[in-house]
């Protein structure tokens, strides 16, 4: 009998990635930006792009990338 993985569930880690300084201050932007922009009528995007930004460091440190050495 083979065990089928299932999908991934709502609380388990589904992927992991590992960024540059740069990198990250461009997805904190871009995060930043899609909640500004996008999906004011969809309070569970608006929901999850908070986790999203929770996870990541806080603004001081991110403003503080200096994205032209990365």
Known sequence: MTHELGPIGPDE???RLELTPAQLKVVHSALHSFLD???HDQPDVHR???QL???LPDEHSIRAIDISSG
């Open 53 to 55: 930004l929770d996870k």
């Open 48 to 50: 999850i792009v908070h």
């Open 37 to 39: 922009n996008f999906g």
């Open 13 to 15: 880690i589904a992927f």
